[in-house]
């Protein structure tokens, strides 16, 4: 990271944060909905204000942090209001009017449609700006969304931290713990006519989803640590020709590869 020694935290964000998708796309199309407005300058404010949100207890209302009752010990509301970064009815009007592509949606039916470009922006700024060590960690990861019936792909997984909400494929850096690369998991609710992804392969789909998480670190000499999901002896073999060695947790009772006597 070239000046890295030189950012603040902003500036960190900023350097992670796809600036170019934000102002080309999210901001027009979000506009088109806003009578005043809205600038970039006041669209981080936004995104600050759910961070704030999100990292304060669940048991409060989102309006609650824009409460008139004064914060005590004894109350129910929580201990800090949002009043001096933007108003409830301007925090409101953004997140209604909020629209996250311009595209026009396919001729199929597709739930992900909204979210496909800002997934794609944010890979190619993470793979431009950031170059991770000599080992990254795949694994799965969850987006945090409790209600089943206003998410697309949602999932149960009671073996994560946060069982509820979207999945995740994604790739971290193991000394930073920077992560670099990210694909939704789609699930049930995946359009069949969905066009290919690169490194398609009909016969696995985790051959072709460790190539694409693995793109960034092609070439290198890099490793990556997998878990036992994920130990499938093609994917490793096709990792090496590419430059990536690959390390995995083998379970006995199961992930063994093609021909590997587990005893």
Known sequence: LLGSQELTFTGWFLLFFPQSYITNVILPNTNKNLDLKLSLGEFLRYIGIWLFITNHSLKHRIRDFWSKEIPSRFSPTPPYRCDDW???????????????????????????????????????????????SWLSCLDESISIW????????????????????????????????????????EGKDEPKEKPKPEFYDRKSSTTSLLLRLCKPIFGHGMIVALDSGFCVLKALLQLKKHGVYAIATIKKRRYWPWRVDGD
Request: with cysteine.
């Open 86 to 132: 933007m108003s409830h009815r301007r925090f409101k009007d953004i997140t209604d009017a909020l629209r996250f592509t311009g595209d026009d949606p396919p001729s199929y039916s597709d739930p992900f449609h909204e979210v496909r470009g800002l997934i794609k922006a944010w890979n190619a700024n993470m793979t431009e700006v950031f170059q991770p």
């Open 146 to 185: 409790f209600s089943k019936y206003t998410c697309p792909g949602w999932m149960c997984v009671p073996r994560k931290p946060h069982p509820f909400g979207n999945e995740y494929h994604s790739i971290c850096c193991a000394k930073s713990r920077i992560m670099y690369q990210i694909e939704l998991v």
